[in-house]
């Protein structure tokens, strides 16, 4: 894996040697992907041919104009998440923007933090609870990029109240010509940073749309993204130590509640009069197996309990009421959530008892998200079977229903993937009640076979999708070529802007979904 002749060189003259590296004990770290061992299999097939850190805007437009001079391909990644960072293609270059973590400005006024790609959740919320502000945090963890975050889908434990991916302001996006595009209100005269949208065309889609463009399209070097009130103390209330902590709010300011019911349906309709009413912070289902792993201090202890515990914890609603006026807003809102669990028979789950005890901790991960590296230690490897597909809460239960947990039990029946019977998802309430997403947990052995049962399923989840004319799962780089065709053949477009955007497809080239169908 090496760079065409003089690359190299160009590259360290622009940036100096002490940021790039193509030493095979570096970039044999970029080729890694944790999601599953089929994609192990295949890391280190394509290792970067070198690792490139920029420290600003004009390194990474210096970066891309050098990768069209010499024709070498690269990867703009924020904090290595997900699978479209590692390269699929030789001659590759990682752009990591580690030296990039700075956070530019937190305007308190209006409500906005302006940052670089390396910023993570942790770190900005950390500043902005100082100030009386928060921000929705990914559940994929407080360790990762505010930046990639907000271009992948923007979801976070508070989408409830705050929204669904409603974050990206102004942004400063190198495109893969080396040109900078400033889009929202960083395009007007004073190049301020407030406002997302424009006057004229509106380039956000373009940017994000459903859930980025994975590096396909240039690199975005700093994003404005909405911040929001909060009511909480200014230091996060961590009490205890690792593997045995929680999180103490304010009661009279933050109160949980874990409520039971009858049967799925009847949490579902309780999440629609919770939105509705227009109460509430935080509304999700919580399945049983991330509930458990989350309080679980090893794997022993998980296995231990798990066999009688998911007996007990079934359609379990968890929902978080905050006081962002006042403790009387709390009050409020307690009173109409009692209304509404009566009328839907539900049933709340006391303090204090042994599920209680296991589920209190989603106050904190609700407002920053710190355990879900836990999920990966039940079996070795977790995901989640056609996550990702955005609808009305109904159509989230019936696609769930009618073909996830069907696929997920066939893996159960080969024994591929841990014994649930519960069919209960991590199912979340955005924008009170308008949106909602479901994500069916499996967790399988690290090993091949299983990791295929998990791929095929995934894309099964799409082909079952467009079959029912359902919301597809997230349909990554060339799985857009399964759901285009149902979706008003919105493949070829974004092809054509991948092709127009970026001709000599340098830029990460098979995303947001490669030149070609795969065979």
């Not at 030789?90 to 923007?97: A, G, L, Q």
């Not at 070795?380 to 069907?406: A, C, N, R």
């Not at 519960?422 to 990791?451: K, M, R, V």
Request: with cysteine; proline share 7%; hydrophobic share 35%.
């Amino acid at each position: 894996m090496s760079l065409p002749k003089g690359a190299y060189e160009a590259l360290a003259d622009a940036l100096g040697p002490a940021n790039i590296c193509d030493d095979p004990g570096v970039t044999c770290a970029y080729s890694y992907m944790w999601l599953l061992h089929s994609t192990h299999a295949q890391s280190g097939r394509y290792r970067p041919a070198a690792v490139v850190l920029p420290g600003n805007t004009r390194d990474v437009q210096t970066i891309i104009q050098i990768a069209n001079r010499y024709r070498f391909n690269y990867i703009p990644v924020g904090t290595n998440l997900l699978q479209p960072t590692i390269p699929a293609r030789p001659d590759t270059v990682i752009i990591d923007p580690k030296r990039m973590n700075a956070i530019l400005e937190i305007d308190e006024k209006n409500m906005y933090a302006v940052v670089q790609p390396y910023v993570t959740y942790a770190q900005l919320q950390a500043e902005t609870m100082k100030r009386g502000l928060t921000i929705t945090v990914a559940e994929a963890g407080a360790q990762v990029s505010v930046l990639a975050n907000n271009m992948f889908q923007g979801m976070g434990g508070t989408g409830h109240k705050f929204g669904f991916n409603r974050g990206v302001l102004g942004c400063d996006w190198v495109l893969p010509t080396g040109e900078i595009l400033k889009i929202g209100s960083r395009g007007n005269a004073n190049g301020e940073w407030f406002w997302g949208d424009c006057a004229g065309l509106n380039l956000k889609g373009l940017l994000r749309a459903d859930s980025g463009h994975c590096g396909g399209l240039g690199m975005v070097t700093t994003m404005a993204v909405k911040l929001f009130p909060y009511p909480g103390p200014k230091v996060f209330p961590v009490k205890g130590s690792n593997p045995d902590f929680t999180a103490q709010f304010p009661k009279d300011r933050f109160r949980l509640n874990l409520i039971k019911f009858p049967e799925r349906k009847r949490l579902i309709d309780a999440m629609y009069e919770i939105g509705h009413a227009e109460i509430a912070a935080c509304v999700h289902e919580e399945p049983a197996s991330m509930v458990l792993s989350y309080a679980s201090p090893s794997v022993e202890a998980f296995w231990e309990k798990w066999p009688e515990f998911k007996k007990k914890w079934r359609n379990v609603l968890s929902v978080t009421l905050i006081g962002f006026s006042s403790p009387g807003q709390v009050a409020y809102e307690q009173k109409v959530l009692d209304a509404i669990v009566e009328e839907q028979g539900g049933e709340y789950i006391k303090e204090g008892s042994e599920l209680w005890t296991i589920g209190e901790d989603n106050l904190g991960e609700q407002i920053r998200c710190g355990f879900s590296n836990r999920l990966f230690r039940i079996a070795g490897d977790f995901f989640v079977i056609g996550g990702f597909s955005f609808d009305s809460i109904d159509q989230s239960y019936k696609m769930s229903e009618e073909y996830m947990w069907p696929i997920i039990e066939e893996g159960q029946g080969k024994g591929l993937f841990i014994d649930d019977d519960t069919h209960n998802d991590w199912l979340n309430s955005y924008q009170l009640g308008h949106y909602s997403e479901t994500e069916p947990l499996i967790y399988f052995e690290h090993d091949l076979e299983a990791g295929g049962a998990f791929i095929n399923g995934y894309i099964r989840t799409i082909t079952e999708a467009v079959k029912r004319k359902m919301a597809p799962t997230w349909p990554l780089g060339p799985m857009n070529y399964i759901a285009g065709p149902h979706m008003c053949n919105y493949h070829e477009l974004v092809l054509k802007i991948k092709k127009t955007m970026d001709p000599r497809l340098t830029s990460n080239p098979d995303y947001p979904l490669p030149p070609e169908p795969p065979r």
